[in-house]
T-cell receptor, first 114, second 110 residues
């Protein structure tokens, strides 16, 4: 079956702009989580959505937001971009959203802020 | 959430068995232990998950002692393609907030 897909794969934005990233989970998976990965901070959890509701949130400013649609697809938005937002943004889906089930990660969106 | 400690890097040779140990002294009763593998510019890939004792699948084994304060990922007969970063995570059953540590960079040499 198809894996987790993320679009776009690469993005270049300017400071102050906003960006929207998209994630399509594996069919049947209701949980989508978002992570930011940078060389300095490693993989950091942003938030998790389950059945269109944000269930968990990491320690990121309010500029980072997300939502999930009824078909489980999810979008992540970053407003007022800063240079430090340059990172690989990964989304992961799982069937139940509990850690008793494994997460499947997408290939990521590489965001560069100039 | 329990903090995990892993070696920053390890080297091995093709055909050898590799054991990567992760410390999680503050693990809670309802925490599971999960290991992921990540190649450059790719998302992490699930390897194995366990709660206690030993779990084995087609790619790895996970050993968890009775006190659950550590766990060891065992990769049998590694190949060059196993060169990657390996992450140990500890998280509660009902919480998908998985805190990734720095991971262990495994380099397999010919």
């Amino acid at each position: 079956k198809a894996g987790v897909t993320q679009t776009p794969r690469y993005l270049i934005k300017t400071r102050g702009q906003q960006v929207t990233l998209s994630c399509s989970p594996i069919s049947g998976h209701r949980s989508v989580s978002w992570y930011q990965q940078t060389p300095g901070q490693g993989l950091q959890f942003l938030f998790e959505y389950f059945s269109e509701t944000q269930r968990n949130k990491g320690n990121f400013p309010g500029r980072f937001s997300g939502r999930q649609f009824s078909n489980s697809r999810s979008e992540m938005n970053v407003s007022t971009l800063e240079l430090g937002d340059s990172a690989l943004y990964l989304c992961a889906s799982s069937r139940t959203g509990t850690s008793s089930g494994e997460q499947y990660f997408g290939p990521g969106t590489r965001l560069t802020v100039t | 959430l329990a903090k995990t400690t892993q070696p920053i890097s390890m080297d091995s040779y093709e055909g050898q068995e590799v054991n990567i140990t992760c410390s999680h002294n503050n693990i809670a009763t309802n925490d599971y232990i999960t290991w992921y593998q990540q190649f450059p510019s790719q998302g992490p890939r699930f390897i194995i998950q366990g709660y206690k004792t030993k779990v084995t699948n087609e790619v790895a084994s996970l050993f968890i002692p009775a006190d659950r304060k550590s766990s060891t990922l065992s990769l049998p007969r590694v190949s060059l393609s196993d060169t990657a970063v390996y992450y140990c995570l500890v998280s509660p059953y009902n919480n998908n907030d998985m805190r990734f540590g720095a991971g262990t960079r495994l380099t397999v040499k010919p």
